[in-house]
């Protein structure tokens, strides 16, 4: 059974910082391609960021580079989401992604508020 469970998300003040986790189990994690997307409130799922299936390659959205930083690792099986300076724009719903040919994996989702 393909599970992507994502974790670390919450109440952050502007400028601060927070880590998310996303724990894939059920399918071969490594020769899958991993990204992040977010949902804001009454807008569409958009991409954040990237990583290739080896963690080779990284790509990001303008709105998150230098800010962002994507990573995975293999033998745990875990992709991470490293956020800092928040913004009030960066609270949404984030969303692990896995995609490998016609395969997209999803998970449920974790809230990130930013905000005083």
């Known amino acids: 059974q393909v599970q992507l469970v994502e974790s670390g998300g919450g109440l952050v003040q502007p400028g601060g910082s927070l880590r998310l986790s996303c724990a894939a189990s059920?399918?071969?994690?490594?020769?899958?391609?991993m990204s992040w997307y977010r949902q804001a409130p009454g807008k569409e799922r958009e991409l954040v960021a990237r990583?290739?299936?080896?963690?080779?390659?990284?790509n990001y959205a303008d709105s998150v580079k230098g800010r962002f930083t994507i990573s995975r690792d293999n033998t745990k099986n875990t992709v991470d989401l490293q956020m800092n300076s928040l913004k009030p724009e960066d609270t949404a719903v984030y969303y692990c992604?896995?995609?490998?040919?016609?395969?997209?994996?999803w998970g449920k989702g974790t809230l990130v508020t930013v905000s005083s």
């Open positions: 990583i290739s299936s080896y963690g080779g390659s990284t």
């Open positions: 059920g399918f071969t994690f490594s020769i899958y391609a």
């Open positions: 992604n896995g995609h490998y040919g016609g395969n997209y994996y």
